[in-house]
């Protein structure tokens, strides 16, 4: 059973990089089959899918965040997080990470001076 946490501050101030990792439970992000997943959910608005890590390290990023998104990994934790640079209100959301049918409970960033 995969059990993902997310954590990161809830408030980060415009042009600012909104940072968060996920802390992944019952599953390795090095050896697993899954590739790990971030996903937000801004207010008024449906899922919008950010982009994935595989266990290899490979990126893969929605095309209209990719300028401003990078994943990496912290191995030695089986971690992995979001670092998504340039922010303004249009990013304030709910953040999760995802692997297959495993969510995190979310996280609200809220982006405003």
């Known amino acids: 059973q995969v059990q993902l946490q997310e954590s990161g501050p809830g408030l980060v101030k415009p042009s600012q990089t909104l940072s968060l990792t996920c802390t992944v439970s019952?599953?390795?992000?090095?050896?697993?089959?899954?590739?790990w997943t971030w996903i937000r959910q801004p207010p008024g608005k449906g899922l919008e899918w950010i982009g994935h890590?595989?266990?290899?390290?490979?990126?893969y990023y929605t095309p209209s965040l990719k300028s401003r998104t990078s994943i990496s990994r912290d191995t030695s934790n089986n971690q992995f997080s979001l670092h998504l640079s340039s922010v303004t209100p249009e990013d304030t959301a709910v953040y999760y990470c995802?692997?297959?049918?495993?969510w995190g409970k979310g996280t609200l960033v809220t982006v405003s001076s």
């Open positions: 019952g599953g390795s992000i090095t050896t697993d089959s899954y590739y």
């Open positions: 995802v692997s297959g049918g495993d």
């Open positions: 890590i595989w266990p290899s390290g490979s990126t």
